[in-house]
């Protein structure tokens, strides 16, 4: 999923974060209050079809999130296996929607405004003391910045292996993966000191 809004998101594009993420939410609701095949696969169209008029890149990235896509086969054949095909036609309806619509969202969302949008829902919490708002906004923006660091890492390692004519095997390529991890980490944690955001909340805590 790739996670900032560039040239052309149309109208999505423009919404204020906190729009999309309601409607998330609200949709999210509304595809877990049903068990109708009938319901969801309508529903299931018209989010891809608007998708696709509306930000065709979004579909793209969800298409290219191999580890998503694989994650929801497998919860759908374990439930065709424990429970029904039924079961499962629904449980692959719902989650290739909901995730659809989330990548639709992150692309269509600038990570400051992801962040700044997410602190600021999370104030409440803050008031009763369950955690720094900005923190959480931090945590969750960094979180999913980093899903498509990874894939996009991936992707590269295995370009090179391609290009060599290398077989993808655990071992060469766990060890670039978490060096490379680890190396934009670094990088973040070095632009996040840079801003004075670490600083800035030693200062308020004392």
């Known amino acids: 999923m790739k996670f900032d809004a560039e040239n052309d998101t149309g109208a999505l594009g423009k919404l204020p974060p906190a729009v999309k993420l309601l409607a998330l939410f609200v949709l999210s609701i509304l595809l877990f ?10 529903a299931a169209s018209l989010v ?13 990235q969800w298409l290219r999130s191999w580890v998503l896509l694989f994650t929801i086969a497998v919860v759908v054949g374990w439930t065709a296996y424990a429970q029904s095909l039924d079961a499962a036609l629904v449980t692959f309806t719902r989650l290739t929607t909901l995730t659809l619509l989330a990548t639709l969202v992150t692309t269509t969302t600038r990570i400051a405004e992801f962040i700044d949008t997410i602190t ?4 409440p919490l803050e008031r009763i003391g369950i955690g720094n708002a900005r923190d959480i906004g931090l945590a969750i923006g960094l979180a999913i910045r980093f899903i498509p660091e990874v894939q996009a890492r991936y992707q590269s390692i295995a370009d ?3 290009a060599r004519g290398l077989k993808m095997r655990l071992s060469t390529v766990i060890g670039p993966m978490v060096i490379g991890t ?9 632009a996040i000191d840079a801003r004075g955001i670490r600083a800035t909340k030693t200062h308020d805590q004392t």
């Open 182 to 190: 680890l190396q934009n980490a670094e990088e973040i944690a070095n």
């Open 48 to 60: 891809l079809i608007g998708s696709l008029l509306l930000c065709p890149s979004a579909v793209w």
């Open 33 to 42: 209050a049903t068990t109708s095949p009938s319901v969801l696969i309508p």
């Open 120 to 123: 600021t829902l999370a104030r």
């Open 160 to 162: 090179a292996h391609r």
